[in-house]
Every structure is written in C-alpha cells, then in structure tokens.
C-alpha cells in the first residue's frame, strides 16, 4: 500500500536537491511530469495541479513492493495539531 513519507514545499525540496529549476514536459498520453536541471525525471503532477498555487512534493513509497517515487501537487505541508 502507498503512503507518503515526506512532504516538501518546493523551495524545501530545491534546497535539499540543489535545483535551481523544474522543467514541466507533458507525455504523449498527456500526463504532465517534472525534470530536474539535469534532465533527470523527479515525478508525476497532480492532474488537477495549477502552477498558481503552492507546489508541495510528496515522496512516496509502497512497502508490498519496495517502489518509491516523488509526487508534485498543490498545497502546504500538514503540521500535527498533538501527538497522543
């Protein structure tokens, strides 16, 4: 089952990286995805994303198969209201 393990806003996530710029590209099925300065693939965008709101990256992973990836989507990282 997928969960996220880590929510980044993009200057978060440039600075961790050292990537001054994502470059978006969008695929022959018309799925958008993002390159970093390097040309190297860094994730998928939410269909709905709308580069005039915050950009949040989601690292993802998948513990039945081992698979992990970046997610690119609109919003703000969540803080725990408490801890119980």
């Known amino acids: 089952m997928a969960q996220v393990t880590n929510v980044r806003t993009l200057g978060e996530f440039k600075k961790a990286t050292g990537t001054d710029n994502l470059e978006i590209f969008t695929s022959k099925a018309g799925n958008k995805y993002a390159k970093n300065d390097q040309g190297e693939f860094i994730g998928m965008l ?38 119980i």
């Open 46 to 83: 939410a269909s709905d994303f709308d580069k005039s709101e915050e950009v949040v990256i989601f690292s993802m992973s998948d513990e039945d198969t081992g698979e992990s990836w970046l997610f690119i989507a609109n919003g703000t990282p969540q803080e725990a209201e408490f801890t």
